[in-house]
């Protein structure tokens, strides 16, 4: 770094570059910004910010890295103050924006979308104007630029880690009293809105309905752009809960396309590539076919009627699916260690991303039927749009008979000593729920037979069949019952 010794910085990352902000060098506070390149390693200075800061909190949503709060002395005292600064990435350029109806220095942030509204930051906790610890929270709509007080922190604390899963903001340890180790969960209650997906293509026409019409039973909606001779920007993504794409025909900028896409699950966001983006000519490109965005792999297109081959039935991308049939497959292979699910001859068919944002399925679900197109693959992408979306499986809606609606849920999760499974049934028969890993071996049946209907419970402490602890990762607790099959997602810490 240009400085030596900086600290009390802030940091976000945005773009694929991270992006540091002011903080303390030399014993004075500074109003420095630096862009870090991980794929050259390289440092460069970008605009200076309008004033010198430190301790503030840094947050990103779309072109536009957000300063909150900090204050200005290089040491004590620690007087929060009401400033909201905005970075522009492609204009490094700085915009003041009107002063925050709170101050907050040594406080902490993270950033959630929300199904209505959008980007969402929240920030807690910190020293206020007066340099006393609080236990403040408030939260910022970004589309709208408004702020609002939300529930406070149950402890008054500053210096400590902030961060959202799922729908649970965690704040972790810090300092109030004295040093913490304690973690406090609050729930995010996400505006009620109808599930909104965008779906991109590149082909000779418009899109198989068949997909549309699932999402639509289920009270979702489904947007189609044409992307063979456009490619949308970050800000037309933000407002969708998940991006589906596929291609028949070259996309209009595969890099840039690529890249955007990966900017929006920086953001927030979750995608489900189809094929043809995984054959060689029409494949998609840039940030998202790499790293920790990886699926699938690039190959030749094949037309070759297939089947469903293995397929980890735990996992909730696959839920309520037992056969699939398709002609258009690329011969390809798996980038991502999470396999899902291979066609009888050995092709990969799903995969999910290291990041667990991105779920590749090589299948083409475009404008031309075919005979051998049959079975469960629209419902495949559906899971998967529900999946990169946190929407992941807790329940098997039936959209013709959606009185017969399977149910299940787990708690905590993550999960460390033991979480609870819960079920409800709409009518009376035999039931199994037990628990697999990520490679679809089970673990642990939590329960077997006949269960009457309405509400079950069943518990685990992360046992294996042996008695033994399992190892920390990602399991699925798995529940069968009348044909119908459904699955939640766990961590084990």
């Not at 400085?3 to 945005?14: I, L, P, V, W």
């Not at 017969?404 to 409800?424: D, F, G, H, K, Y």
Request: aromatic share 10%.
């Amino acid at each position: 770094m240009p400085q030596t010794g900086m600290m009390y910085y802030a940091m976000a990352a945005a773009g694929g570059n991270a992006y540091i902000f002011g903080g303390v060098a030399a014993s004075a506070t500074i109003n420095k910004t630096y862009r870090y390149d991980p794929a050259t390693n390289a440092v460069t200075a970008m605009a200076d910010m309008p004033m010198a800061l430190r301790s503030q909190v840094a947050l990103a949503a779309g072109d536009t890295i957000y300063l909150i709060g900090g204050h200005t002395a290089p040491g004590t005292p620690y007087n929060g103050t009401t400033h909201l600064l905005k970075y522009s990435i492609s204009g490094d350029d700085w915009t003041t924006g009107p002063a925050m109806p709170f101050a907050m220095t040594w406080g902490a942030g993270a950033a959630y979308h929300d199904p209505a509204h959008g980007r969402v930051f929240y920030v807690f906790g910190g020293y206020n104007a007066s340099g006393v610890i609080v236990n403040q929270s408030w939260a910022y709509t970004v589309a709208t630029g408004t702020w609002e007080a939300t529930d406070n922190l149950q402890t008054a604390r500053r210096s400590h880690g902030g961060t959202i899963y799922r729908d649970t903001l965690l704040a972790v340890c810090g300092w109030g009293a004295s040093f913490l180790n304690t973690v406090e969960r609050g729930a995010i209650e996400p505006s009620v809105a109808e599930r909104s997906f965008l779906r991109l293509y590149s082909d000779y026409g418009p899109p198989d309905t068949t997909l549309g019409v699932r999402l639509q039973a289920l009270g979702d909606t489904l947007t189609y752009l044409d992307v063979q001779s456009y490619t949308p920007t970050l800000t037309e993504l933000m407002p969708y809960n998940a991006v589906g794409l596929h291609s028949n025909y070259a996309y209009n900028d595969s890099v840039a396309l690529g890249n955007v896409l990966a900017d929006y699950v920086d953001a927030g966001g979750g995608v489900v590539p189809c094929h043809f983006s995984y054959s060689t000519g029409w494949n998609l490109g840039g940030r998202l076919m790499t790293g920790d965005y990886a699926t699938i792999g690039v190959g030749t297109n094949t037309h070759q009627a297939t089947t469903l081959g293995w397929y980890n039935s735990g996992h909730p991308v696959m839920s309520g699916v037992s056969a699939v049939g398709e002609y258009f497959a690329a011969t390809t292979s798996f980038t991502s260690p999470d396999s899902v699910a291979r066609w009888t001859d050995g092709r990969p068919y799903v995969a999910v991303s290291a990041n667990q944002k991105v779920v590749g399925v090589n299948s083409y679900p475009g404008i031309f039927p075919r005979p051998e197109r049959t079975g469960d693959w629209a419902l495949v992408i559906r899971n998967a749009l529900h999946y990169v979306s946190g929407l992941v499986g807790t329940e098997e809606f039936d959209p013709v008979r959606p009185a017969l609606s399977v149910r299940l849920e787990t708690a905590p999760n993550p999960v460390r000593r033991q979480v609870t499974v819960n079920w409800a049934l709409p009518h009376a028969g035999e039931v199994s729920v037990g628990i697999y890993d990520a490679g679809g071996r089970l673990v642990r049946t939590l329960f077997t037979g006949r269960a009457e209907p309405g509400a079950g419970r069943a518990s685990w402490n992360l046992a294996d069949s042996r008695g033994e602890r399992v190892a920390s990762g990602v399991y699925f607790c798995c529940l069968d019952a009348g044909g119908r099959s459904v699955s939640s997602k766990l961590v084990v810490d």
